[in-house]
């Protein structure tokens, strides 16, 4: 609360002072891969169970020598073939916790082993939560990859947030809407989290994505109706709004950047005799600039153009 408030104090003082693009509009943005973690950590907390016997398993196999050389063995014996062993994972990232259990899925079948093998293992889970696990980790697969995506550091991200969000929205959605999903009470929560996050965020994602000369307001227009229905129209005219005012702006400005460059400079070589015969081309060129319509031609040329293709190999900064 503390930090919303000092953003909206800082927001308007700014915007008093004519200093934020869009009034401010965009000030503050959310951590998109906060916001999946957040979400993600909702579904954790429901698998606490199964959680704490993977933990334990994975403590109980580690703690000594011979039994590490036991579980190999009957790894071994099972025909489990996997470079890693179960491991531990860290609580501040959901992620890990996620790897965690999708690596204990794989030695299934050792776990139950050893639980015949040897009594003092008593922290196998039982089938029921093996099959909650298994759902539970094909939903939060989806959260993973774009989690990997989107914490990218050798690429643009930006254009990505959106393609990202919206996959792990339509996946909640979507075991929602499952007739006979075995963890509807787990849903529901998640849902209402990133439901929170994408109301705030989803004008400011939509602003990056039509960036992106392969999608444009086409990707909007194409995936809006399927799932906002009737509200889509006015979404989409909102965002084609937002955008024309902040291309115009930034068109101003960079108008007066130009200007101002053109009439700084060493006097000696910027500034013209009276009698100069270039003088009125000059002014009548100075004229014609100021009489164009802010952000019309190239916004219109950049619609006008049509989508680049999709390929794996694209890189928006070569484009």
């Given amino acids: 609360m503390l930090l919303t408030n000092l953003v909206t104090m800082l927001r308007k003082n700014l ?14 943005q959310r951590c998109v891969a906060h916001i999946l973690n957040l979400v993600c950590q909702v579904g954790i907390d429901y698998l606490d169970p199964v959680l704490t016997n993977i933990c334990e398993t994975a403590k109980f196999i580690r703690v000594t020598a011979n039994r590490k050389e036991a579980f190999a063995d009957i790894v071994k014996q099972e025909g489990i073939s996997c470079e890693k062993s179960p491991c ?6 959901w992620n890990s916790t996620f790897t965690m259990i999708n690596l204990a899925l794989r030695y299934r079948r ?11 293992y008593t922290y196998a889970p039982s089938a029921a939560e093996w099959d909650e696990a298994k759902a539970i980790c094909k939903l939060l697969r989806v959260f993973y990859e774009a989690t990997k995506v989107i914490s990218g550091s050798k690429y643009p991200i930006a254009n990505l947030y959106f393609q990202q969000m919206w996959q792990a929205k339509e996946a909640l959605d979507k075991e929602a809407s499952r007739e006979g999903s075995p963890f509807p009470e787990m849903i529901k929560p998640m849902q209402k989290k990133l439901d929170k996050y994408w109301k705030l965020s989803w004008l400011a994602l939509s602003i990056h994505v039509i960036l992106d000369p392969r999608f444009k307001f086409t990707y909007l227009e194409f995936w809006f109706p399927q799932v906002l229905g009737s509200s889509a129209v006015t979404k989409i005219a909102r965002v084609k709004e937002i955008f024309k005012e902040l291309f115009e702006e930034y068109a101003k ?28 081309w000059d002014r009548h060129l100075s004229s014609q600039i100021s009489s164009i319509s802010v952000g019309s031609s190239e916004l219109d040329a950049y619609w006008l153009k049509p989508l680049i293709a999709l390929t794996e190999n694209f890189y928006i900064l070569d484009w």
């Fill in 110 to 120: 050792a776990f139950d082993a050893l639980e015949r093998q040897d009594p003092q």
């Fill in 88 to 93: 531990l994972d860290v609580p501040t990232g």
């Fill in 15 to 28: 915007v008093a002072r004519n200093m934020l693009m869009g009034k401010g509009k965009f000030f503050y």
């Fill in 253 to 280: 400005l960079n108008h007066s950047e130009t200007t101002q460059t053109q009439q700084g400079g060493d006097d000696l070589d910027m500034e013209m005799e009276s009698n100069d015969p270039l003088l009125d």
